[in-house]
């Protein structure tokens, strides 16, 4: 992966290769060596049966910051596993997922991140999540 | 939920209320009391940089089972936490995911699944994963 | 439970009903409502084949902090499920796990933890971890 | 490691180096590529507060019978992450965990685990558990 100076373009230069970001309209809302935060703005094909946020959204974001924040120090990854706790129902107007890389690795990475549901300007935390990541390129 | 006598309608009954899901194609493949399968074709818009299937299709895919394979049994759940194991590149034209619940209870359930790519009818484990739901009605 | 005044006196009369904790020599460390703090010291029969903190050691650990954690606000509680992140080799003269309660509940807890190896007076993060609880009383 | 022809030899020999095992009185019950199956007799001091089997004691047994499983195959082993879900109380005479390796690699490694207690030659199954392992030699 060519790194450009910049970690924000980094991260947008890949997100733009995933076509279900592009579907979902994933941004890259900050970024910095270890950290990356994304977002997407609710759409009602994101739900499951009762509404909330589905979980393979809620997964979907969790491992998407984990992954986009051991790309900013580590370059390219693939998960190995990841894990979501749901802790509330994922219901906002918005969603933000922000992760950090915990161990950086050669081959192997482990980041944490949590996401959080905006209402009215209000965050809350409904899920959190960690994965495990090999090192690719 | 309208117990129905039929698994398979119990679930494509919710299926159908899930958004994500209908928007996914997902199908109910097969249901039974304590298991459940179910199967998307690949489209482009589920793809993760490279072009396997996006960890929140994966998870999206293991979690839904785990949760179908419940309701056969215990009627509708929340998912508490999950976790998915990603063995392989998940490439392929179609992907099946396949459940069973571990352990019912009144309040909770703890369920498994595994899914499979699908290439010329050959069949290969992409990736397993579990769940712990909270029962809900 | 009979909750006590002092969180910490409430972990230790806990503690002295844990046989394995009494064994391992399992200190309260520090405690107030949803933290938790525990630690041992290194003693040859905690170890792995290659000398390290047996990985039951490290979750027994990680999931005790945790519940401890919990019981400071919810009272008493059974493990449903917990997960350990090895970061690295856990090799220390004493280990401290510091857990926090990230979501109460009334039937359902979640919470976190961190395992250190202390050296020297320098502590290193060794392990993550994490588990959900049910209440019990 | 000096590979046997004898899986169980091999099991028996790494088996004795680790302290923690060995205190535990962990016998290797059977083993052939890819499978190991561990056991232990009930002794108070494996306790938790309300005296099933500790948090400690059951991921021990699971991540022990994971790693054992692994070295049948492809050498000794270091987990990355195990996960442990807890379905019923821990209480027995005797603890057997059964481990089966799911994806050998040359790096990671993936197996997943039950443990059964057994109470007058009844097996009961009471947790089940994953590891992921990188391969050290």
Request: charged share 15%; net charge negative.
């Amino acid at each position: 992966m060519p790194h450009t100076p910049d970690p924000i373009t980094t991260l947008q230069n890949i997100n733009k290769l995933a076509h279900f970001n592009t579907w979902a309209g994933l941004e890259i809302v900050s970024a910095s060596p270890g950290s990356a935060e994304i977002a997407i703005d609710w759409r009602e094909e994101f739900g499951q049966y009762s509404g909330f946020l589905h979980a393979g959204m809620v997964g979907g974001l969790l491992d998407t910051a984990c992954g986009f924040a051991a790309v900013t120090q580590v370059g390219l990854v693939l998960t190995s596993h990841f894990s979501v706790s749901c802790l509330r129902p994922a219901v906002g107007a918005r969603f933000i997922a922000r992760a950090k890389l915990i161990k950086p690795g050669k081959t192997q990475c482990f980041a944490r991140a949590e996401l959080f549901a905006i209402n009215d300007d209000a965050e809350k935390l409904v899920a959190t999540g960690e994965a495990i990541m090999v090192v690719t390129g």
